[in-house]
């Protein structure tokens, strides 16, 4: 090992598995990727081990496992929940894992791991609280204070997604239905899916949200007012999470944050709802885009004071 702690994160998604290796500050010595398994619990497993192996083969040493999945850990069963990919719940999965890798394994949802790669050395390096915001096919959250993740009692701090639409327009109620049961959800309205849904009911016209962008910037009226909507519903959103929590900086990732016009616009329609005589929180983009899973997965694993010299 030559004496370089070697952090090795995993980043569990639906369609791939990605495991970076960093050192200890933060440079990447390998990265790989593999399909996830569709629908099967022990080879998931076993790709995880297999992707492990070999970074410590190619490089030469042990390290640190961390990673990220969808869902949580639920601290009452020790089982997976909220997970969208349906193949981990109802497993020990960070037992089946630590046990393949004869190691400990730390685990934690994709959205506290993006929260920590951002906050650790990405748009947030530096603040004491920051709010890491994925929005895409879905809308979760995860929450870092001084560099460490806040996961909670019920392990499920940041997740605003299934929090109803704060201060609602007569239309928004009682909003479109949500997967989780309830009815106009954060996610209906902010998730990718969501702006398509708002688009097709004002419109008629099924879009993805790149093309009514496209068609904003185009200038036309209809795609333009669905994306004025789809910002005031953020802005919303983001003030009821200031109002709590109050970071320093929110960074938003997922597919929805390459809608550049949402970190001019959404910051200047917070102001109205957030209970202060001014708001300073930033909204950024995220430094490591598709990478900060994998890399917030090797920082469960800190960085000790000693290890910088
Ligand atoms: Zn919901």
């Known amino acids: 090992m030559r004496n370089r702690p070697l952090r090795i994160g995993i980043d569990l998604g639906g369609t791939k598995i990605e495991a970076i290796a960093l050192n200890a500050s933060g440079s990447v010595l390998a990265r790989r990727r593999v399909a996830t398994p569709h629908g099967d619990y022990e080879l998931t497993i076993r790709a995880i081990v297999d992707l492990v192996c070999g970074i410590e ?5 042990l390290g640190t496992v961390g990673v990220g999945t969808p869902g949580a850990i639920s601290p009452a069963t ?4 909220n997970a969208n990919s349906t193949v981990l719940i109802g497993h020990s999965f960070d037992k089946d894992l630590s046990s393949a890798l004869k190691r400990e394994v730390r685990l934690s949802n994709d959205a506290n791991c993006f929260a920590l790669s951002e906050a ?6 530096g603040a004491e609280i920051v709010f890491g915001v994925i929005i895409g096919t879905g809308t ?9 993740i806040l996961t909670g009692l019920n392990a499920i701090a940041g997740e605003w997604g299934h929090n109803p639409i704060p201060w609602p327009r007569q239309e928004e109620l009682p909003g479109p239905q949500c997967y989780c049961g309830k009815k106009g959800c954060l996610e209906t309205f902010l998730s990718g899916p969501g702006l398509s849904r708002d688009f097709l009911n004002a419109t008629g016209l ?6 009514i962008v496209r068609l904003a910037e185009a200038n036309e009226q209809a795609a333009e007012t669905c994306l004025r909507r789809y910002e005031d519903r953020l802005a919303r959103g983001l003030a009821h999470v200031i109002n709590i929590l109050d970071p320093d900086v929110i960074v938003l990732g997922g597919g929805m944050s390459n809608i550049q016009r949402l970190y001019d616009r959404v910051p200047r329609l917070w102001d109205q709802y957030v209970f ?9 983009r995220p430094i490591h885009g598709d990478s900060s899973g994998a890399r917030g997965a090797a920082w469960l694993w800190p960085v000790e004071p000693r290890q910088l010299i």
């Open 78 to 81: 020790g089982l997976i929940k």
């Open 206 to 211: 099924h879009h993805e949200p790149t093309e």
């Open 276 to 284: 202060s005589d001014r708001v300073d929180t930033k909204l950024l």
């Open 57 to 61: 083969k190619e490089l030469g040493g």
């Open 120 to 125: 650790v050395d990405g748009a947030g390096a």
């Open 140 to 148: 979760g959250g995860g929450i870092a204070v001084r560099g460490k």
